[in-house]
Structure formats: structure tokens, C-alpha cells
């Protein structure tokens, strides 16, 4: 709804200076084209500190309408400062943050209207049913919209149908979860910030979640954050990697595992002698390590192969195991997980500071900085 | 404010300290009223309201405790700070909350006098200005108490500071006078909530001067809340 109002705005006026500046408008409409519309969000040299504390550190990043960003990175890193930032309820120490196009400082209320909230620990009153807490959240956001109607979406949506007249403190943590979801999403705002809504439910809630979150994604911008890296690639259509306060990466999931893919390495199965087989996969060239992992079936065993560079060898071999007789039953190649990325991303900032530092303890370095998300 | 304020009237009652409170000052207003009242035979409330004044020292503690500070300790905060609403109105909402809690403990006096009507006139002007007296000096503690309860996320250290700080105005007065300097007896004197009560609202007047204190006692708290709350954010 909202995108529509705002385009029929913005194409109103997009013909109206096309009859006075036609150059100037066409080099408006192709940049809305190209950026997909305004930034929802805008992060610029964003600093925050905690007394001598630096916990966020010169960070800048945007975020476009519908887009969904991942948070990633080690506890303590600065995840939860900044989405406690972006909501306002922690200020910054320098740089400046605009929601909305509304600046968290000036405009402090407007910038809030734009944003649901889901925090670390769900905000809930334990002593309030859900239908009362929900009601309230309504009240405080001073939503407009028909307020037994819109609760009454949001429950269905979230599956709240049968606890709604429960009260909070007797449901189970994936419920309180989902509770604290509802929360952020009434008075239906443009932008939802969730930090870390999967942690601690069972792999069941965490699907349910999940899917959750993919459905939203089509009527809003999520930011979320997670330290579990599938689950970021699954949903997110951009990660930003955060470590110590400072951005050390940012690129759409798949780019930021294509980036480090050096070496390959691919899963076979093979029937055959072990042996022959191992020594005839080294023969090939380009295979610089073979490796029997287990048996699948009886005299067929699964294989790692590592290959040393970029060349595709699955061709070759394939040809030299038919022309030995050892049939080729399955064959998948392995690209770095997420995981693998992270904590060598994470090792090279740390190389780097330590290398700028003068070969600063590493402990020291980490322990100073834990402390921060929980203030 | 007023989501608040409703929410924050609901959950005096969802949890034990609504009713603790009514049932602890109905008790001791009623043992009060008859000491003072039917005991003596007389038609004067004054006992009963001077009674008042000490107690709303000890059990507006109870009321204010778990304002802010539940709050924080629960990270509900978060929802409150994060939602479109001005800090003023999440403190005046929780103020008014808690001064009608005090409102409905305090009007159970109302019953007393209509009890006396039934036998005799009672001096309805003095007790409409002690009434006034009342809620003037426990609007005060539970400003006070307020503001104590913004500053910590344990429930215990709000009520022990505010029940220090409280016992501490009540016996100001006896204090002042073991100080040998004169400008600091005057300046406490000033300060002391009982000097202000008892030598106004008792004796059936209204003084500008007594009401005007203990409202800017309120501002002042309430106006230090909200700043309590602005620095956490800064921090």
C-alpha cells in the first residue's frame, strides 16, 4: 500500500518536471531505476562509544526498500549496538543514522513509526495475556489502522489463534518468540529489525520462524541477525560480516562464499578397490589429495577429492574411471561453506590489527571487547 | 498516556501490590479511625489523616518500586523507548497510574466521615483540606519513589533508597533542631514535608504556598525521571 501511494507521488511528479526539465527528470527516473528506490536505510560513519569503550567503529552501510540484510558476527561484535541504535533506544556518539529518510536524532518519533522491533529477549510483560500485550503494543504506536482487525491478522498470521488468550509467562520460549514477532509487526511498519529470532527454540520453532520471516519479506525491509550462517544464507539477499565494531564484509551470501573458493572439492562415490582407486584418482592431474571417507555400500566408498586449482576435472574424471572399470555412482562438488568464510574473515581482521598494533595479544583483544553487547 | 497509565493499573492488580497496599492501609486507616474517632467520641478525622501522613512514607515505596525498575530488569524497557511515544508521557502515565492507586487507597477516609455523618455533622472543610493534604504529600513520595525506581533495575534497592530517603523526611524536623547552625535548621525546616502539612491542611486552610511546595516536588521528581531515563541512553 504504502509503495503505491508514494509511487503515484513520485510519478506525478516525475511527469510534471518532465515537461519543464525533461534531461534532468530522465537522469531521476534512471536512478530509481537503477537503486531500486530510496534507501530505507542510511548509516553513515556511525560511532558508539562506551566510555573509553569503542564498540561501533566508523560503520556505514545502506539498506534498500525490500531488501533483506544479515547481521553476522561473533558475540559481541556490535550487532545488538546497532540495532539498538537504529530504533533509538541507545544513542550514537558520532556519525548519523536516517530511517525512513528521517534522522534517529531530529527526527526521532517519525523514525520510530517506521521501525518494528523484535530485541534480543522478547519485551514482554509476563503477566499480561497475549491479546492485552498486543493491545497495548497498538496503543504505544500510536497505530491507525482498525485496531480489533489488524491484531486479529497478525495472530492468524503468526499462529497465536489458540494462545491469544493465554497469559504470557505460561507459554513456551518458541511461543513468547513469536509473541514478541506479533509485537514487531503491528501498526505494520516499513522496517523490521529482529536480533537474533531464532536463537534458543528447537530446529522445529526455528523453520516455523524462518518461514515466518520469508513470507515478510515481501511487504517489508528486515534487517536480522544471527550467528547461525545457514540460516543468514538461506534468507538474506545481502550480509554484512561485523567484527570488533567495524564491517569487514558485505556482499550477497553467495558472492562472499565465491569469493575466498580457491580450491575445490568434490564428493564421489566409486565402486571399486579402495586402493586402486586412490591411486588412480591421483594420477590425475590436478588432484593434489584423495581421501576414503566411508563406505555407502558394500565395495562402494565415498570419496573427498581436493583439487589443487581452479580446473574443472570432473570430466577427466570421469573418463579415467570408466576406461578402469571402477563405475562412478554419484559426484558432488563442494563449494566453502559460510561458516568456513566467517572465521577466515574474522582471522584476517585480526592478522591485520595485530600486524598494525605491533603484535598486541590476542586474548587481550577479545576480552576487552566482550563486554559491550550487554550493556 | 494513557495506554500506560491502563496498563500500569492492571498490573498493580495482576500482581500482588494493588491489593497488599489497599489492604495494608485500609487496615491500619481503620485502626486509626477507631482510636482516634470512636474511642474518643468525637467527630474529628484529623487523627486519622495525620496517621495517613506516616504511613504513605512507608508504603509508597511499595507502589513506586517496580515502575522503572522491572522495566529494565525485564528489557521491557525496550519496547517502551523503541515505540513513537515521548519519554514525558511513559513517566506521567506511571505517575497517574500510581497516584490512583494512592487515590483509591486514601478515599476509603471518604467512608469514615460518611460513617460520622450518620451520627453527627462532620467538619467537611477540614476534611476536605485534609484530603487535599494527603494526596499533596503522597503525590510527593511516589515522585520521589519514581524517580528512585528509574535509577536501579532491582526492586530491592529502589524500595530500601526511597524508604531511607522517606524515613529521613520524616524526621527532619527532629533532626534540624540538633543542628547548632541556624541557617541549616531554616533551610531544612523549609524542606520538611510535616512542616509544610501540619501547619496548613489539619487546620482547614488551603496556603498557596504549602500546595505549591509539594507539587514542584512532583515536577522536579518527575522532570528527573524523564532525565534518568534520556541518560541511559547516552551512556
Not at chain 1, 531500486?36 to 560503520?59: C, F, H, W
Amino acid at each position: 500500500m504504502h509503495l503505491i501511494v508514494v509511487n503515484v507521488g513520485v510519478f506525478r511528479r516525475a511527469v510534471t518536471n518532465f515537461i519543464f526539465s525533461p534531461e534532468q527528470t530522465l537522469n531521476g527516473v534512471l536512478e530509481l531505476v537503477l537503486n531500486g528506490g530510496k534507501p530505507m536505510i542510511e548509516v553513515q560513519k556511525l560511532t558508539k562509544r562506551y566510555g573509553s569503550n569503542l564498540a561501533l567503529d566508523d560503520v556505514s552501510f545502506s539498506v534498500k526498500e525490500g531488501e533483506v540484510l544479515g547481521f553476522l558476527g561473533p558475540n559481541g561484535a556490535g550487532k545488538s549496538t546497532t540495532m539498538n541504535i537504529l530504533t533509538g533506544y541507545l544513542s550514537l556518539s558520532s556519525g548519523s543514522v536516517k530511517i525512513a529518510g528521517f534522522d534517529v536524532l531530529t527526527d526521532s518519533m517519525k523514525a520510530k513509526e517506521n521501525i518494528g522491533y523484535l530485541p534480543e529477549i522478547p519485551p514482554l510483560y509476563p503477566e499480561m495475556t497475549v491479546n492485552s500485550y498486543l493491545k497495548f503494543i497498538f496503543g504505544i504506536k500510536k497505530s491507525k489502522l482498525p485496531r480489533e482487525k489488524h491484531i486479529g491478522e497478525i495472530v492468524k498470521k503468526l499462529g497465536l489463534d489458540d494462545v491469544s488468550g493465554k497469559v504470557i509467562r505460561n507459554l513456551s520460549k518458541g511461543y513468547k518468540q513469536r509473541v514478541g514477532l506479533a509485537g514487531a509487526l503491528i501498526g505494520d511498519p516499513k522496517i523490521l529489525i529482529l536480533d537474533e529470532p531464532t536463537v534458543g527454540l528447537d530446529p522445529q520453532q526455528i523453520i516455523e520462524i524462518r518461514n515466518l520471516i520469508e513470507s515478510l519479506k515481501a511487504n517489508h525491509t528486515v534487517i536480522f541477525s544471527s550467528h547461525i550462517l545457514s540460516e543468514v544464507q538461506s534468507l538474506c539477499d545481502r550480509v554484512l560480516v561485523i567484527n570488533k565494531g567495524k564491517i569487514i564484509a558485505d556482499d550477497a551470501p553467495g558472492d562472499l562464499s565465491k569469493q575466498l573458493e580457491s580450491n575445490q572439492i568434490l564428493f564421489a562415490l566409486i565402486e571399486g578397490e579402495k586402493t586402486s582407486v586412490v591411486n588412480l584418482v591421483n594420477s590425475i592431474a590436478g588432484v593434489s589429495a584423495v581421501e576414503a571417507i566411508k563406505e555407502a555400500e558394500r565395495s562402494v566408498f565415498e570419496y573427498k577429492i581436493q583439487t589443487s586449482s581452479k580446473d574443472d576435472i570432473r570430466r577427466k574424471l570421469f573418463f579415467a574411471l570408466s576406461e578402469a572399470k571402477m563405475p562412478l555412482l554419484g559426484l558432488r562438488s563442494c563449494n566453502f561453506s559460510l561458516e568456513e568464510v566467517f572465521l577466515k574473515l574474522v582471522k584476517d581482521q585480526e592478522s591485520q590489527e595485530n600486524e598494525l598494533k605491533g603484535q598486541e595479544p590476542k586474548e587481550d583483544e577479545s576480552k576487552k571487547h566482550q563486554p559491550q553487547e550487554n550493556k | 498516556m494513557v495506554t500506560i497509565l491502563k496498563r500500569e493499573l492492571e498490573s498493580f492488580f495482576f500482581s500482588a501490590i494493588g491489593y497488599m497496599v489497599m489492604t495494608f492501609l485500609f487496615m491500619f486507616t481503620a485502626l486509626f479511625f477507631f482510636f482516634t474517632s470512636i474511642a474518643e467520641n468525637t467527630a474529628n478525622l484529623v487523627g486519622t489523616f495525620n496517621a495517613i501522613f506516616s504511613l504513605a512514607a512507608f508504603f509508597s515505596p511499595i507502589i513506586t518500586m517496580r515502575l522503572f525498575s522491572e522495566e529494565t530488569n525485564k528489557k521491557t524497557d525496550q519496547i517502551l523507548l523503541t515505540s513513537p511515544i515521548k519519554l514525558s508521557s511513559i513517566v506521567l502515565g506511571k505517575y497517574f497510574a500510581s497516584i490512583l492507586l494512592y487515590l483509591a487507597c486514601i478515599s476509603m477516609t471518604l467512608v469514615y466521615a460518611l460513617v460520622i455523618s450518620k451520627f453527627t455533622t462532620p467538619e467537611w472543610p477540614i476534611i476536605f483540606t485534609s484530603f487535599l493534604g494527603i494526596f499533596l504529600v503522597g503525590s510527593a513520595f511516589i515522585s520521589m519513589g519514581m524517580f528512585f525506581s528509574s535509577l536501579t533495575e532491582n526492586q530491592v534497592v529502589a524500595v530500601v533508597v526511597t524508604l531511607v530517603v522517606n524515613i529521613a523526611i520524616l524526621i527532619m524536623d527532629a533532626m534540624s533542631s540538633a543542628i547548632p547552625v541556624k541557617f541549616l535548621i531554616d533551610f531544612l525546616k523549609n524542606l520538611s514535608f510535616s512542616g509544610h502539612y501540619f501547619q496548613s491542611f489539619p487546620l482547614g486552610m488551603l496556603k498557596l504556598k504549602d500546595m505549591v511546595f509539594f507539587l514542584s516536588v512532583d515536577l522536579i521528581f518527575i522532570f528527573l525521571t524523564t532525565r534518568a531515563l534520556e541518560r541511559k541512553r547516552w551512556s
